[in-house]
Protein backbone atom coordinates (compact mmCIF):
# COMPACT_ATOMS: atom_id res chain seq x y z
CA UNK A 1 0.00 0.00 0.00
CA UNK A 2 1.23 3.35 -0.96
CA UNK A 3 1.72 6.00 1.79
CA UNK A 4 -0.85 8.45 2.42
CA UNK A 5 1.56 11.03 3.51
CA UNK A 6 3.09 12.13 0.10
CA UNK A 7 6.47 13.31 -0.29
CA UNK A 8 6.81 16.39 -1.73
CA UNK A 9 9.87 15.69 -3.81
CA UNK A 10 10.20 16.02 -8.24
CA UNK A 11 9.14 12.53 -8.62
CA UNK A 12 5.47 12.71 -7.68
CA UNK A 13 2.88 11.44 -10.12
CA UNK A 14 0.12 13.47 -10.02
CA UNK A 15 -3.29 13.26 -11.85
CA UNK A 16 -5.66 16.09 -12.13
CA UNK A 17 -9.18 15.66 -13.32
CA UNK A 18 -10.75 18.79 -14.44
CA UNK A 19 -8.97 20.79 -17.14
CA UNK A 20 -11.26 23.81 -16.58
CA UNK A 21 -9.26 26.99 -15.14
CA UNK A 22 -9.13 25.96 -11.64
CA UNK A 23 -8.02 22.35 -12.76
CA UNK A 24 -5.11 23.66 -15.43
CA UNK A 25 -3.97 26.36 -13.01
CA UNK A 26 -3.75 23.94 -10.08
CA UNK A 27 -2.03 21.45 -12.58
CA UNK A 28 0.08 23.74 -13.86
CA UNK A 29 1.44 24.85 -10.75
CA UNK A 30 1.87 21.33 -9.28
CA UNK A 31 4.37 20.49 -12.74
CA UNK A 32 6.20 24.07 -12.36
CA UNK A 33 6.66 23.22 -8.96
CA UNK A 34 8.33 19.70 -10.08
CA UNK A 35 5.47 16.90 -10.43
CA UNK A 36 4.97 15.20 -13.19
CA UNK A 37 1.05 15.98 -13.66
CA UNK A 38 -1.15 13.83 -16.22
CA UNK A 39 -4.68 16.41 -16.59
CA UNK A 40 -7.65 14.79 -17.81
CA UNK A 41 -9.86 16.65 -20.14
CA UNK A 42 -13.42 14.86 -20.84
CA UNK A 43 -13.13 16.02 -24.68
CA UNK A 44 -10.01 13.88 -26.51
CA UNK A 45 -9.72 17.24 -29.36
CA UNK A 46 -9.33 19.30 -25.69
CA UNK A 47 -6.43 17.16 -24.46
CA UNK A 48 -4.89 16.99 -27.80
CA UNK A 49 -4.97 20.58 -28.16
CA UNK A 50 -3.18 20.93 -24.81
CA UNK A 51 -0.58 18.56 -25.35
CA UNK A 52 -0.40 20.12 -28.95
CA UNK A 53 -0.09 24.12 -28.18
CA UNK A 54 0.92 23.93 -24.28
CA UNK A 55 -1.51 25.99 -23.22
CA UNK A 56 -5.12 25.52 -22.64
CA UNK A 57 -6.45 28.26 -25.42
CA UNK A 58 -10.53 28.48 -24.05
CA UNK A 59 -9.97 28.73 -20.48
CA UNK A 60 -6.20 30.23 -19.80
CA UNK A 61 -5.19 31.47 -22.92
CA UNK A 62 -1.38 32.35 -23.04
CA UNK A 63 -0.40 30.77 -20.46
CA UNK A 64 2.60 28.62 -21.41
CA UNK A 65 2.32 25.22 -19.41
CA UNK A 66 5.48 23.66 -18.01
CA UNK A 67 6.63 20.60 -19.97
CA UNK A 68 5.76 18.14 -16.94
CA UNK A 69 2.39 18.66 -17.53
CA UNK A 70 0.65 16.34 -20.11
CA UNK A 71 -2.91 16.35 -20.99
CA UNK A 72 -5.28 13.14 -21.55
CA UNK A 73 -8.71 11.95 -22.08
CA UNK A 74 -8.31 8.88 -20.61
CA UNK A 75 -8.90 7.97 -16.90
CA UNK A 76 -6.67 4.45 -16.99
CA UNK A 77 -3.95 6.51 -18.04
CA UNK A 78 -4.35 9.48 -15.79
CA UNK A 79 -4.75 7.04 -12.70
CA UNK A 80 -1.81 4.77 -13.65
CA UNK A 81 1.04 4.60 -11.15
CA UNK A 82 -0.28 8.26 -9.52
CA UNK A 83 0.59 9.30 -6.07
CA UNK A 84 -2.00 11.31 -5.65
CA UNK A 85 -5.48 12.16 -7.28
CA UNK A 86 -6.75 15.75 -7.65
CA UNK A 87 -10.55 16.34 -8.31
CA UNK A 88 -11.34 19.43 -9.84
CA UNK A 89 -14.15 19.77 -11.88
CA UNK A 90 -17.97 21.11 -11.20
CA UNK A 91 -19.14 19.35 -7.89
CA UNK A 92 -22.57 18.94 -9.93
CA UNK A 93 -20.82 16.25 -11.95
CA UNK A 94 -18.82 14.64 -9.35
CA UNK A 95 -21.15 11.99 -8.19
CA UNK A 96 -21.83 10.91 -11.37
CA UNK A 97 -18.04 10.60 -12.25
CA UNK A 98 -16.95 8.54 -8.87
CA UNK A 99 -19.31 6.41 -9.91
CA UNK A 100 -18.63 5.62 -13.59
CA UNK A 101 -15.17 4.99 -12.92
CA UNK A 102 -15.60 3.27 -9.48
CA UNK A 103 -13.81 0.61 -10.52
CA UNK A 104 -10.34 2.03 -11.55
CA UNK A 105 -10.17 4.73 -9.06
CA UNK A 106 -7.67 3.21 -6.41
CA UNK A 107 -8.18 3.45 -2.81
CA UNK A 108 -4.52 3.66 -1.26
CA UNK A 109 -3.53 7.12 -2.40
CA UNK A 110 -4.60 10.49 -1.31
CA UNK A 111 -7.76 12.48 -2.83
CA UNK A 112 -6.95 16.05 -3.02
CA UNK A 113 -10.57 18.29 -3.63
CA UNK A 114 -10.28 21.63 -5.49
CA UNK A 115 -13.78 21.59 -6.16
CA UNK A 116 -16.61 24.00 -4.37
CA UNK A 117 -20.07 23.28 -3.85
CA UNK A 118 -22.66 20.70 -3.25
CA UNK A 119 -24.55 17.68 -5.12
CA UNK A 120 -27.62 19.14 -6.34
CA UNK A 121 -30.77 17.19 -4.56
CA UNK A 122 -28.52 16.06 -1.74
CA UNK A 123 -26.24 18.66 -0.18
CA UNK A 124 -23.41 16.63 0.39
CA UNK A 125 -19.55 18.51 -0.31
CA UNK A 126 -17.24 16.45 -2.19
CA UNK A 127 -15.62 15.04 1.15
CA UNK A 128 -18.78 12.84 1.47
CA UNK A 129 -19.47 12.33 -2.06
CA UNK A 130 -15.55 11.12 -2.04
CA UNK A 131 -16.13 9.13 0.82
CA UNK A 132 -19.77 7.39 0.03
CA UNK A 133 -18.35 6.14 -3.73
CA UNK A 134 -14.89 5.09 -2.26
CA UNK A 135 -14.89 4.51 0.99
CA UNK A 136 -12.32 6.51 4.06
CA UNK A 137 -9.66 7.26 1.95
CA UNK A 138 -7.40 10.02 2.65
CA UNK A 139 -8.82 13.32 1.94
CA UNK A 140 -7.78 16.93 1.89
CA UNK A 141 -9.44 20.04 -0.03
CA UNK A 142 -8.09 23.14 -1.28
CA UNK A 143 -9.28 26.62 -0.98
CA UNK A 144 -8.85 30.46 -0.44
CA UNK A 145 -9.35 33.61 -2.09
CA UNK A 146 -7.39 32.55 -5.45
CA UNK A 147 -8.26 33.35 -9.09
CA UNK A 148 -7.37 30.91 -11.72
CA UNK A 149 -5.23 33.39 -13.98
CA UNK A 150 -3.10 34.97 -10.74
CA UNK A 151 -2.60 31.76 -9.55
CA UNK A 152 -1.09 30.42 -13.23
CA UNK A 153 0.27 33.68 -13.74
CA UNK A 154 2.70 33.17 -10.76
CA UNK A 155 0.96 36.48 -8.97
CA UNK A 156 0.96 36.60 -5.11
CA UNK A 157 -1.49 34.45 -3.35
CA UNK A 158 -2.14 32.68 -0.47
CA UNK A 159 -4.39 29.44 -0.09
CA UNK A 160 -5.65 27.27 2.41
CA UNK A 161 -5.53 23.28 2.75
CA UNK A 162 -7.58 21.02 5.30
CA UNK A 163 -7.40 17.87 6.08
CA UNK A 164 -8.77 15.64 9.27
CA UNK A 165 -4.98 14.22 8.81
CA UNK A 166 -2.47 17.24 9.36
CA UNK A 167 0.17 15.98 7.82
CA UNK A 168 -1.72 14.86 4.94
CA UNK A 169 -2.63 18.49 4.60
CA UNK A 170 1.16 19.77 5.60
CA UNK A 171 2.42 17.14 2.18
CA UNK A 172 -0.44 18.49 0.12
CA UNK A 173 0.73 22.12 1.31
CA UNK A 174 4.37 21.69 0.37
CA UNK A 175 2.68 20.59 -3.03
CA UNK A 176 1.78 23.76 -3.76
CA UNK A 177 4.04 26.24 -2.00
CA UNK A 178 6.60 28.70 -4.03
CA UNK A 179 8.22 31.98 -4.27
CA UNK A 180 4.89 33.11 -5.48
CA UNK A 181 2.15 30.86 -3.15
CA UNK A 182 1.71 30.65 0.75
CA UNK A 183 0.45 28.15 1.72
CA UNK A 184 -1.35 26.97 5.15
CA UNK A 185 -2.59 23.90 6.82
CA UNK A 186 -5.49 23.32 8.91
CA UNK A 187 -7.79 20.55 10.13
CA UNK A 188 -11.12 22.03 9.52
CA UNK A 189 -12.70 20.06 6.12
CA UNK A 190 -16.27 20.70 6.89
CA UNK A 191 -15.49 24.82 7.43
CA UNK A 192 -13.46 24.77 4.14
CA UNK A 193 -16.41 22.96 2.39
CA UNK A 194 -18.87 24.91 3.46
CA UNK A 195 -17.16 28.38 3.68
CA UNK A 196 -16.51 27.50 -0.47
CA UNK A 197 -19.60 26.32 -1.25
CA UNK A 198 -21.49 29.26 0.29
CA UNK A 199 -19.75 32.44 -0.52
CA UNK A 200 -20.90 31.79 -4.57
CA UNK A 201 -24.15 32.69 -3.37
CA UNK A 202 -23.17 35.48 -1.58
CA UNK A 203 -21.38 36.40 -4.69
CA UNK A 204 -24.39 36.44 -6.56
CA UNK A 205 -26.57 38.60 -3.93
CA UNK A 206 -23.10 41.17 -3.95
CA UNK A 207 -23.33 41.72 -8.09
CA UNK A 208 -27.04 41.92 -7.91
CA UNK A 209 -26.37 44.61 -5.17
CA UNK A 210 -23.80 46.29 -7.51
CA UNK A 211 -25.89 45.93 -10.78
CA UNK A 212 -28.41 47.97 -9.16
CA UNK A 213 -25.74 50.64 -7.73
CA UNK A 214 -26.63 50.12 -4.26
CA UNK A 215 -23.29 51.25 -3.32
CA UNK A 216 -19.98 50.32 -1.27
CA UNK A 217 -22.08 50.19 1.93
CA UNK A 218 -24.26 47.85 0.93
CA UNK A 219 -22.48 45.56 -0.67
CA UNK A 220 -20.21 45.37 3.01
CA UNK A 221 -23.27 44.82 4.52
CA UNK A 222 -23.91 41.60 2.22
CA UNK A 223 -19.91 40.26 2.82
CA UNK A 224 -20.41 40.98 6.81
CA UNK A 225 -23.73 39.79 6.79
CA UNK A 226 -23.38 36.74 4.64
CA UNK A 227 -20.38 35.56 6.60
CA UNK A 228 -22.19 35.99 9.80
CA UNK A 229 -25.12 33.31 8.56
CA UNK A 230 -22.51 31.38 7.15
CA UNK A 231 -20.79 31.43 10.97
CA UNK A 232 -24.38 30.10 12.06
CA UNK A 233 -24.53 27.61 10.45
CA UNK A 234 -20.81 26.22 10.33
CA UNK A 235 -21.32 26.06 13.94
CA UNK A 236 -24.40 24.20 13.98
CA UNK A 237 -22.21 21.49 11.73
CA UNK A 238 -19.34 21.18 14.13
CA UNK A 239 -16.97 23.94 11.90
CA UNK A 240 -14.53 25.19 13.52
CA UNK A 241 -15.56 29.38 13.80
CA UNK A 242 -11.89 30.22 12.69
CA UNK A 243 -12.36 29.27 9.53
CA UNK A 244 -14.88 31.57 8.94
CA UNK A 245 -12.58 33.92 9.31
CA UNK A 246 -9.51 33.00 7.46
CA UNK A 247 -8.29 32.58 3.88
CA UNK A 248 -11.12 29.92 3.25
CA UNK A 249 -14.19 32.14 4.41
CA UNK A 250 -13.63 35.68 4.91
CA UNK A 251 -10.82 35.92 2.39
CA UNK A 252 -12.52 33.76 -0.28
CA UNK A 253 -16.20 35.62 0.05
CA UNK A 254 -14.41 39.27 -0.42
CA UNK A 255 -12.42 38.39 -3.42
CA UNK A 256 -15.89 36.21 -4.82
CA UNK A 257 -18.46 39.33 -3.76
CA UNK A 258 -15.67 42.23 -5.35
CA UNK A 259 -13.86 41.27 -8.27
CA UNK A 260 -15.41 40.81 -11.85
CA UNK A 261 -12.79 37.68 -12.30
CA UNK A 262 -15.63 35.97 -10.19
CA UNK A 263 -18.69 34.04 -12.60
CA UNK A 264 -20.89 34.57 -9.33
CA UNK A 265 -20.82 38.30 -9.16
CA UNK A 266 -20.88 37.98 -12.96
CA UNK A 267 -23.73 36.62 -12.84
CA UNK A 268 -25.88 38.71 -10.05
CA UNK A 269 -24.95 41.88 -12.39
CA UNK A 270 -26.43 40.24 -15.26
CA UNK A 271 -29.74 39.70 -13.39
CA UNK A 272 -29.43 43.37 -12.20
CA UNK A 273 -29.87 44.31 -15.88
CA UNK A 274 -32.67 42.68 -15.90
CA UNK A 275 -31.52 39.24 -18.29
CA UNK A 276 -33.05 36.44 -17.40
CA UNK A 277 -31.85 33.54 -15.56
CA UNK A 278 -30.77 30.86 -18.30
CA UNK A 279 -29.48 33.59 -20.72
CA UNK A 280 -27.29 34.83 -18.04
CA UNK A 281 -25.40 31.74 -17.62
CA UNK A 282 -25.06 31.35 -21.09
CA UNK A 283 -23.31 34.50 -21.26
CA UNK A 284 -21.28 33.67 -18.70
CA UNK A 285 -20.34 30.90 -20.65
CA UNK A 286 -18.96 28.07 -17.67
CA UNK A 287 -20.88 27.16 -14.40
CA UNK A 288 -22.21 29.21 -11.90
CA UNK A 289 -22.08 27.17 -8.77
CA UNK A 290 -24.15 29.47 -7.04
CA UNK A 291 -26.94 28.80 -8.59
CA UNK A 292 -27.43 24.97 -7.36
CA UNK A 293 -25.46 26.02 -4.11
CA UNK A 294 -28.29 28.03 -3.36
CA UNK A 295 -31.00 25.43 -3.08
CA UNK A 296 -28.42 23.37 -0.99
CA UNK A 297 -28.02 25.89 1.49
CA UNK A 298 -31.79 26.79 2.16
CA UNK A 299 -32.07 22.82 2.64
CA UNK A 300 -29.25 22.63 5.56
CA UNK A 301 -30.41 25.62 6.65
CA UNK A 302 -33.47 23.77 7.53
CA UNK A 303 -31.83 20.91 8.27
CA UNK A 304 -29.62 22.18 11.20
CA UNK A 305 -32.57 24.84 11.97
CA UNK A 306 -30.57 28.08 11.11
CA UNK A 307 -31.95 31.23 9.70
CA UNK A 308 -30.18 32.17 6.61
CA UNK A 309 -32.00 35.44 4.94
CA UNK A 310 -29.50 36.48 2.29
CA UNK A 311 -29.14 33.08 1.42
CA UNK A 312 -32.36 32.23 1.41
CA UNK A 313 -33.57 35.22 -1.05
CA UNK A 314 -31.11 34.49 -3.30
CA UNK A 315 -32.81 30.65 -3.66
CA UNK A 316 -36.27 32.46 -4.20
CA UNK A 317 -35.03 34.91 -7.14
CA UNK A 318 -33.59 32.14 -8.71
CA UNK A 319 -35.86 29.35 -8.36
CA UNK A 320 -39.21 30.89 -7.53
CA UNK A 321 -39.11 33.98 -9.51
CA UNK A 322 -38.80 36.35 -6.85
CA UNK A 323 -38.19 39.87 -8.50
CA UNK A 324 -34.57 40.96 -7.13
CA UNK A 325 -35.54 44.43 -6.34
CA UNK A 326 -38.55 42.84 -4.46
CA UNK A 327 -35.47 40.52 -2.54
CA UNK A 328 -34.02 43.32 -1.56
CA UNK A 329 -36.68 45.60 -0.35
CA UNK A 330 -37.52 42.30 1.62
CA UNK A 331 -34.25 41.78 3.50
CA UNK A 332 -33.90 45.50 4.74
CA UNK A 333 -37.81 45.24 5.95
CA UNK A 334 -36.67 42.39 8.43
CA UNK A 335 -36.50 42.90 12.10
CA UNK A 336 -33.18 43.50 13.83
CA UNK A 337 -32.47 40.99 15.57
CA UNK A 338 -28.95 40.93 17.78
CA UNK A 339 -26.09 41.57 16.10
CA UNK A 340 -23.58 38.50 15.88
Known sequence: MRSAHPDSNNLARIAVFG???????????????????????????????????????????????????????????????????WLVMPTAGLSDFLAEHQAILPRD????????????????????????????????VVSGPTFALEIAQGSPSAIA??????ALAEATANRLRNQHIRCYGLTDVTGVELAGGLKNVLAIAAGTSDGFGFGANARAALITRGLAEVSRLGAAMGADAHTFTGLAGLGDLVLTCTDNHSRNRRFGLLLAQGVERDQAIAQIGQVVEGIGAATE????????????????????????????????????????????
Open 109 to 140: IPYISGSKGFEHGSGRRVSELVEHHLGAVAFA
Open 19 to 85: AGSWGTALAATLAANGAQVRLWARDPLKAEQINHARENRYYLPGVRLPALLSATSSVTHAVADADEI
Open 297 to 340: GVRLAEQYQQDLPIISVVHRVLHEGLPARAAVAELLSREPKRLV
Open 161 to 166: VASTDP
